[in-house]
Each structure stands twice: as C-alpha cells, then as structure tokens.
C-alpha cells in the first residue's frame, strides 16, 4: 500500500469518526422523529418500523405559526434591508461629496455595538412606540443590523466595480439612479444575496429579543418559539424532534442550494459580531 | 449649488450631488431612531433609577457601586472566564485537527465530501442545536446516560445541567465536537491558502508532518488566530442563549453569564437602571477589546 493510500484511509477513518459525533444528534433526532414513545423506549439506538409520519402533523399543528412569522419577519426585514441599504451603499461607493467619510464612519461604528447591549434601552423604546408583543417589533432590529451590515459589504462590492461599465450609459445620458437601478443592482446581486441570506439566519438564530417582546405565541419567531415548544412537550419524543425537524428545514435547503452564500453568511455574522 | 461658491483655488470645486443626501435620509432616520438613541439612551439611563413610564431620579454612578459589589455579576465573569479558556483551547484543537485531516487527503472529492458532512451541522439553526444536547443530557432518556447504562457503567450516570458541579462542563460540552465552526473553516481556508511550493521545500529538507506543522501551518495562520481571538473575546462577553435554554443560570449560579444577569435586572428585579448600567459596561468591554484588537493589529502591520 502506498504512503499516500494509507495516509488518505487514516485521514479518512478519523474524519468519519468526527463528522459522525457531529452529526449524531441530528441522526438521532431524525431516526426519533418517526418513532412513537414505545418505539423510542424498544428500539432507542436503531431506526424502528413501522415509521410514524403522524408525529410530524402533530409537530406542524404546533411549529407551523412559528415558521410564519419566522418567514413573514424574514421576509419583510429583507425588504426593508433593500429599499436602504443598496441605494446608501451605491451613494458611499460612487459620488463624492462633503461629509462621507465621517457619515460612513457613522454607519460603520454601528458594528461595534452589539445587539445584546442595547437590549435594554431598545426593549423601553418599543414599549414606549406601544408596539411590544407585535410582530413589526421583530422586523424593526433586524431591518436595524442589516441596514448597517448591508451598507458596509455592498459598498465595498460596488466600489470594486470599474468605472467603465457605467461610462458608456452616464456618455447616453443616464442619470444617477437609472445608474443604480439598471446597472448597479444587477451587477450587485451576489453581494445582495448574501445580505438577505444573513437576515434569514439572523431570524433563525436571534433568541433574546423575540422571547422578551412577544407573548402571543403565533407572534413567536422559530428560536423563541421551539424552546417554548420543547416545554410544551417534555417527554413526548416522537412530536418534540419532528418538531425540531420542521423547523430546522428552511436553513437545510438554503444550505444544500446555497451553501457558498450560506457559509458567507455565517463568516460574515460573525465578524460583524452579531 | 452651481457658481454660488467662489473658485478660491487653482483646482475648480466639484458640483455638490445633494442628491445623495437625499438618499441617505431615510438611513439615517431609522439608524437615528433604532440604533444611535437607543445605545446612548442606555449610557445615559445607567445614571438613573430608571423607571420606564414614571418618573426616574438621576443617582450618579450609584449604580456602578451597586455592580461593584454585585458578587452574581462577578461570579458571572468567573464563568466566562473559563468558557473563553475552554472556547480558544479544546474548541480549536478538534477543529484543526480536522482541517488538518481534510488537507492531508489527496483526493479533491474526498475533501468536498468530508468538508461537507464535517459542517453540516452549521445548517442547522442554534437553538436546535441546543435542545438536541439538552436531550442528550437528560438524566432518565437522553442519550449520555442511556450510553453509560448501556455499557454498565450506571455509577456514572448523571443529572449533568442539574448538578452545580457539571452544569457549566455540560453547556460547554453542546456541539462536541466543535468542528461545525467558524473556526475549522478559517483554519481549513488557512491550509488551502499556503502555497504548495513550501510543503514541497520542506519535503524536500525532510520534514516530517509535525515539523511541518510547527513551522509551516502555524505561523501561516497566526493571523487568523488572532482574529478568531479577539471573536472569542466579543463572543464570550454576549455569551447566553445556550445558558438560558438549559439552566437559566443555575443550578445555584453555576451557569450564570453577565447577559442572563442583565435581563435578570431589569425583567425579574425591574431594575431598569442598573440593567442598563450592566450593558453598559458589557459594551465598553466589547469596545475596548475590539479597539485594543485594532491597536494592536496595526502596529503589528506597520
């Protein structure tokens, strides 16, 4: 056997043995999803049949409001994230003009402040707007921390831009925003992509903020939501992992369809330490 | 603006675009509202005896003394403390021990799949995650303790997030092991970005594959090492979901973190003031770390 071989077998057997241990409790929660509570107990290590599919519309009835509003909050903090952040971006990157620097400087700061910490003052704003336990008081931050993050990594993008692509349009005559609507914004798009992407998982994984604001349950977004799910069914393991189950699908398939944008996403989350 | 500004120099001014302030209006006015007030407003309420809706006397830095003498908040960094020691020491070996693993396989389809299944895991949102583990530890059906009786050793079998001895080992513990991380894919982008022309060279000089690692692998990647430092460090200090899905704190504090004792304040104590007064001081740490990071950093480039 070649060295090469054996080194890609041992490299190989080890790597197996991590990617399992990392894998194991969402194979476990598959594999429990389909079980009902005699199952779990005869067979608890191994898949059993015959697969109860029953657990998962018991889990729908009770995670689907969650997945709505996870969406709807999703969807519209997107929106919002657009109508200002491309645009401000496009300014920051494509004109001069007196102020620039100390306003994107402004913007910029904003990274530093973590969420977390003006928790507490943001929580006595929106009980002072009167818009607590509302779903427009989830949309709000994430609109808030996308705009800022948006501004900051389209810039650069469209900075990177040449020149050229817009020369020929401004010699027709185009103006600033046919500019940015008809050149820009299609050129722009992976940079957008990875934007939305980020709210997405930003709704996906901020706990906190939906758990103090919102008492309506069909008000809670996918993490506040799912613990309080878990509570509701302590012991009832069949429903409780399906449940975990619908509610991690949407992440999945971004993952499987977009995986570069998605890991983007993460590293970038990270960095802008949200 | 055209012509209203005399031409004082040799170069000719350029045509402000007032456009574009225009365009940063609305920007600015939901940053103004949501972002800036809010953040300064906690700054200055940290004086106060806040309370929202009524009346709230200004106090000084009473609530700053309060803190000093707060032994749960500093019992919260105590725990902090040792997740930072554990997040950028285990946490990071499992993960270069991977990334070290995939480079060292020679075929590219074998690293694709690998890198695939080792970060799967990523796919999945946080708080599932934390309740897989959560279900892992529990004392009569999860998965540690099924494991323990099923090999006989049923003495060890615990109630690991309800014993104030392996409660804060447990929440570490959550995502073993670990690879599913920023981490692994900034040491795996820092393997594939060192030129294969050194490993080559140093083939040649007769390094062996720690030597190798020592002098090649390492030092390619201090940089990013001290990036994901300083990200420990921020982390750290916003350190709490996981700690209140599974404990809320305890049991007895032995889970407790300087976020779940900031929300304690103002939503269980309804003290709004010295709330504020802790984030506050959680900001400042975030700042200050992350400046001293900069500092440093720059130096370090010039």
């Known amino acids: 056997m070649s060295r090469a071989r054996r080194t890609n077998l041992v490299a190989g057997a080890a790597l197996s043995v991590l990617a399992f241990a990392g ?59 657009l109508v200002l952040a491309p645009a401000a971006a496009f300014v920051f990157a494509r004109y001069r003009f007196p102020g620039r620097n100390a306003l994107f400087g402004l913007i910029a700061a904003l990274l530093m402040v973590p969420s977390i910490t003006s928790l507490i003052p943001l929580f006595v704003l929106m009980r002072d707007l009167g818009i607590l336990d509302s779903r427009l008081v989830l949309i709000v931050p994430h609109i808030t921390a996308n705009t800022v993050f948006g501004i900051v990594i389209m810039r650069t993008y469209m900075a990177q831009i040449p020149e050229e692509i817009f020369e020929a349009a401004r010699v027709d005559g185009a103006g600033g925003i046919r500019l940015f609507l008809a050149f820009m914004l299609p050129l722009a798009r992976p940079v957008i992509g990875t934007v939305a992407l980020m709210t997405v998982l930003g709704v996906w994984n901020d706990y906190f903020w939906p758990l103090l604001t919102v008492q309506t349950d069909a008000y809670r977004t996918i993490p506040a939501g799912l613990a309080f799910f878990a509570n509701q069914n302590v012991q009832q393991w069949g429903p409780l992992f399906a449940g975990y189950v619908l509610a991690s699908l949407p992440l999945l398939v971004l993952f499987t369809f977009l995986s570069k944008w998605f890991l983007a996403g993460i590293q970038g989350g990270i960095v802008s330490g949200k | 603006m055209r012509g209203s500004s005399i031409v004082t120099s040799t170069k000719a001014r350029r045509r402000i675009p007032w456009g574009v302030y225009l365009v940063l209006l609305p920007t600015f006015a939901l940053l103004a509202a949501f972002a800036y007030y809010p953040a300064l407003n906690g700054m200055v309420h940290s004086l106060f005896e806040w309370r929202p809706g009524f009346e709230s006397p200004f106090v000084g830095l009473e609530n700053y003394l309060t803190m000093l003498g707060d032994d749960l908040w500093w019992a919260s960094f105590r725990n902090i403390g040792v997740i930072f020691v554990w997040a950028v020491t285990l946490m990071w070996v499992f993960p270069l021990l991977a990334a070290e693993l ?66 804060l080992v447990a929440l570490m513990t959550i995502g073993f092991p670990w690879v599913a991380s920023l981490p692994f894919l900034v040491f795996l982008s ?79 104590d309804t003290s709004w003031g010295y709330a504020a007064t802790l984030g506050t001081v959680l900001f400042a740490l975030t700042l200050g770390v992350s400046l001293v990071a900069l500092l440093l950093g720059r130096k370090a480039g010039a």
């Open chain 1, 23 to 81: 894998l194991f409790p969402y194979l476990f929660m598959l594999a429990a999803s389909v079980k009902d509570n005699d199952q779990f107990f005869a067979s608890y290590w191994s898949p059993a049949w015959p697969v109860h599919l029953d657990n998962y519309a018991v889990a729908w009835e009770q995670v689907s409001p969650y997945l709505f509003t996870s969406f709807v909050v999703a969807g519209l903090a997107i929106a919002g994230t």
């Open chain 2, 190 to 268: 820092a393997l594939q970005n060192v030129p294969v022309e050194i490993y080559q060279a140093a083939e040649v000089d007769g390094a062996g594959r720690l030597r190798r690692f020592w002098s090649i692998d390492l030092p390619m990647m201090f940089r990013d090492v001290k990036l994901l430092f300083v990200l420990a460090v921020i982390s750290v200090l916003q350190y709490g979901m996981q700690a209140h899905i599974m404990t809320k704190g305890g049991p007895d504090n032995a889970t407790q973190v300087p976020v779940l004792r900031m929300l304690d304040a103002a939503f269980l």
């Open chain 2, 102 to 167: 995939v480079m060292s396989l020679s075929s590219e389809r074998l690293r694709f799949v690998f890198r695939t299944l080792l970060i799967l895991p990523l796919a999945f949102p946080a708080v599932v995650n934390v309740l897989l583990w959560q279900f892992m530890y529990d004392p009569r059906d999860g998965v540690i303790n099924s494991l323990l009786r099923a090999v006989g050793l049923d003495g060890l079998a615990g109630n690991w997030i309800g014993d104030p001895d392996t409660a």
